[in-house]
């Protein structure tokens, strides 16, 4: 599924990135409340949020909760964050980090005036990871206003304990939660695998490896995973929402859209299987890499980026794009070179982040916050 070079598109818009913020420790995650369009918060994974005036730069700290937040693991810490859909009323808003006991926490949180009162923080569903690699972090709310949760497969190499196709297992798994009470969560009544009495009931779709960086198409509502591979293939995966519903994304089986090439893993496509829309080999070529780092669908205020859906990789610092067509990757850009800042680079790009209005936003792990703009 690898593009050849016939099929690379050329935009007529002449992109870039602007610098709105800098000087954070190692930065993760950037979202934009709908309250607040001009105010972006910036997480730090070892457990700060802070608030950030995209025009001026000026930085509010919001919260600090490191001394919950393990970061003895490099894949460790806090990883995400989403706003409730009714957040500019409750102020409520969803953390997903690593414990102190190698637990992962999705946590409630509620911003008043302002401030954020730490101490009354509400965990509402906390489970123990295996290894400290492979925690997932993704948190979002869907366009049905549940609570989607990426999770990894709990660590080390090839799934050893097969957590990935294990429906006794929330590791491996895309969850998904209606947290609309006022304490707690429930099951939705629709989630797929409610009536197996042994099945986690909060799983909505599976065999994930380390699903790092997920999203929902703004527009359409499809569902996005940028899913981290192995020793061989990364992997970015594409599903109508409707259809997602007990969807199988194959690991420890596959790895990409082969089976895994390690003795007595892989094998043949498992039942619901879906198969990535794009895959790419590991390398430091222009179309390769090593950790696949998922984006968006642009539906941003740029007319020629609409509908295009950007991703990087972590390790081999490069940007793409490309357009979905009938389940398949077509019109393929290699943004790199023009989305470097003037007189710099940008190093690691743990995530990407969407505002209300569809800007998107690039976090360089080493420290600063980038805009996409028009030149």
Known sequence: MLLVSGMMGSLHAAIGVKKVADGFNRPVWVGVPKTSRKQLWVMEQHGVVTA???????????????????????????????????????????????????????????????NVDVSKEEVILRYKQDFQNHNGGWIEF????????????????????????????????????????????????????????????EIWAYGVRNPWRCSFDAKTGDFWIGDVGQNHWE???????????????????????????????????PKANVDPVYVYKHGGGSTEGFSVTGGYVYRGPIKELQGRYFFADYQNPRIWSFVEKNGKASDFKDHTSELQPEGGKIK????????????????????????????
Not at 255 to 260: P, Y
Request: charged fraction near 30%; charge should be negative.
């Open 235 to 269: 992997e970015i995966n594409h599903i109508e929402h409707k259809k997602a519903f007990g969807a199988n994304f194959g690991w420890r089986l596959r790895e990409g859209d082969v089976a895994t090439p390690a003795n007595n893993v892989g094998g043949d496509k």
């Open 142 to 201: 869907g366009p049905d206003k549940m609570l989607y949760i990426g999770n990894g497969d709990g660590g080390a190499g090839n799934d050893p304990k097969q957590r990935a196709q294990d429906l006794t297992s929330l590791l491996g798994k895309i969850l998904r939660l209606d947290v609309s009470p006022a304490k707690g969560y429930e099951i939705p009544s629709d989630n797929p695998f409610i009536k197996d009495k042994e099945a986690k009931p």
């Open 52 to 114: 950030v005036d995209p025009d001026t730069g000026k930085k509010v700290e919001l919260f600090d909760i490191h001394e919950k937040v393990s970061r003895k693991g490099n894949e460790e810490g806090m990883l995400g964050l989403a706003f409730a859909p009714d957040f500019e009323t409750s102020g409520r808003f969803y953390l997903n980090y690593t414990d102190k006991e190698h637990f992962t926490c999705i946590s409630r949180m509620v911003i008043k005036g302002g």
């Open 348 to 375: 690691q790009i743990p995530s990407f982040g969407e505002a209300p209005d569809g800007t998107l936003y690039l976090v360089d792990h080493s420290g600063p916050i980038y805009q996409i703009v028009e030149r």
